[in-house]
């Protein structure tokens, strides 16, 4: 089956760094690729996805680009904020049968001003 | 759109007793919907897939007798966990997936259980 790798946290940095997650996965096929973010006290929501190699998801500032050579999908913002403090989660999902959702241990993200 | 909710938020029960947790689609069909548990700090681990008007599709190792899923209509599933014990204490998470398809989930908020 499936099965994702992210870099363990707790990850703090000051307002205004750069911010990297990294995230690796193990599939067959061609998977879908998520990042999701948990704010404290609330459920999970979707920040970005990419579904084929080579695709780059982004919101709110964030990004991670599709990379099937190195199995990746590591996320990246340029200059992070206060509120950007969270738990942050890379999932995948296959692309045939299961519609399941298969996440990483989740990386705590806490940024200081 | 897209709103899922889970009722309730946060259980407090006794050792032995029965307790139902609710994830509805406010705004859409669901034709799927699936339910995770989270430990503290910990991943989501999947525990079942529930499909409307059928019978749910348990992982392995979670006990299907001790986690009831009902699927009974395309905006709601009910998880009861029944004759709790203290290492049932967790947050329960469901999530939605749109009838007809598509990638997306949308999570609920998640319900913390305490058994006490």
């Known amino acids: 089956g499936n099965s994702v790798t992210q870099m363990e946290g707790p990850v703090t940095l000051s307002e205004e760094a750069f911010l990297t997650i990294n995230c690796t996965y193990t599939?067959?096929?061609?998977?879908?690729l998520f990042w999701y973010v948990q704010y404290p006290g609330e459920g999970l929501q979707l920040l970005l996805k990419?579904?084929?190699?080579?695709d780059k998801g982004s919101n709110k500032g964030f990004e991670a680009t599709y990379r099937k050579e190195t199995t990746s999908f590591h996320l990246e913002k340029g200059s992070v904020q206060v509120s950007d403090s969270a738990v942050y989660f890379c999932?995948?999902?296959?692309?045939?049968?299961?519609?399941?959702?298969?996440f990483g241990s989740g990386t705590r993200l806490q940024v200081q001003p | 759109g897209a709103v899922v909710s889970q009722h309730p938020s946060w259980v407090i029960c006794k050792s032995g007793t029965s307790v139902k947790i609710e994830c509805r689609s406010l705004?859409?069909?669901?034709?799927?919907m699936f339910w995770y548990r989270q430990f503290p700090k910990q991943s989501l681990m999947l525990m079942a897939t529930?499909?409307?008007?059928?019978?749910?599709?348990?992982e392995q190792g979670v006990e299907k007798d001790k986690f009831l899923i009902n699927h009974a209509s395309l905006t709601l599933s009910t998880l009861t966990v029944t004759s709790a014990h203290p290492e049932d204490s967790s947050f329960y998470i469901c999530?939605?997936?749109?009838?007809?398809?598509?990638?997306?989930?949308?999570f609920g908020p998640g319900t913390r259980l305490t058994v006490l």
């Open positions: 529930s499909n409307e008007g059928s019978k749910a599709t348990y």
């Open positions: 999932a995948t999902r296959g692309n045939t049968g299961r519609r399941a959702l298969t």
């Open positions: 705004d859409f069909q669901a034709t799927t």
């Open positions: 599939a067959t096929g061609y998977p879908s």
């Open positions: 999530s939605a997936a749109l009838a007809g398809g598509g990638l997306e989930q949308f």
């Open positions: 990419a579904t084929k190699a080579d």
